[in-house]
């Protein structure tokens, strides 16, 4: 508990809610008509994907898969897969939902991955980025929010499997 006193206030469960509106509004724009597979990288991202899954108007189809590159605040650098994706992704629309890019090795991993299969479409989505210079050989199609080298917690992420319980976002002093 003691930890929770630690926590900065960094973008509130307010403007996180009205911002997945805005994105689920824009997603249903991008695919009236269609039928895409949202894509959960596991674990951070359940939460946002859960509340924007909710704010679309179209129908839409979900499936996760479990990466794992960090280790307490460090990237190691590689990535493993703790469980895959189980639906066929053939001829689908695809949206990716992610928590957080940071170095962007956890999407390239991802999309390599998918790369491989002949799907219709790919979009990225992500709630958080963080606002350095990277030369992503991917376009992020949808960013919730900009953060700056801090690492944050809360919303779905976590340090060391902790506080992803927490509906705002804080930074981990
Ligand atoms: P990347 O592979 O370096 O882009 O890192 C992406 C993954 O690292 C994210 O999906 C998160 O799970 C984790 N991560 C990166 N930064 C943070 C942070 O500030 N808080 C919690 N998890 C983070
Ligand atoms: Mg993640």
Excluded: W
């Amino acid at each position: 508990m003691n930890d929770l006193k630690k926590m900065k206030l960094k973008i509130s469960s307010k403007k996180i809610k009205k911002r997945v509106e805005q994105i689920g509004l824009e997603l249903s724009q991008e695919y009236e008509q269609e039928n895409p597979i949202f894509i959960g990288v596991l674990n951070g991202s359940f939460m946002f994907l859960s509340d924007l899954i909710r704010a679309l108007s179209i129908e839409c189809e979900i499936s996760f898969l479990q990466l794992k590159s960090y280790d307490g605040k460090k990237s190691t650098g590689s990535v493993d897969i703790i469980k895959d994706f189980d639906a066929s992704l053939k001829n689908r629309h695809v949206v990716i939902v992610e928590d957080i890019i940071d170095t962007g090795t956890t999407l390239k991993f991802l999309l390599n991955k998918i790369n491989e299969i002949p799907i219709k479409s790919i979009r990225i989505v992500t709630l958080l980025i963080r606002d350095i210079e990277r030369p992503f050989e991917f376009t992020i199609d949808h960013i919730g929010f900009e953060i700056s080298q801090e690492f944050v917690v809360g919303y779905g992420l976590d340090y060391n499997q902790k506080f992803r319980h927490l509906d705002s976002i804080y930074v981990l002093e």
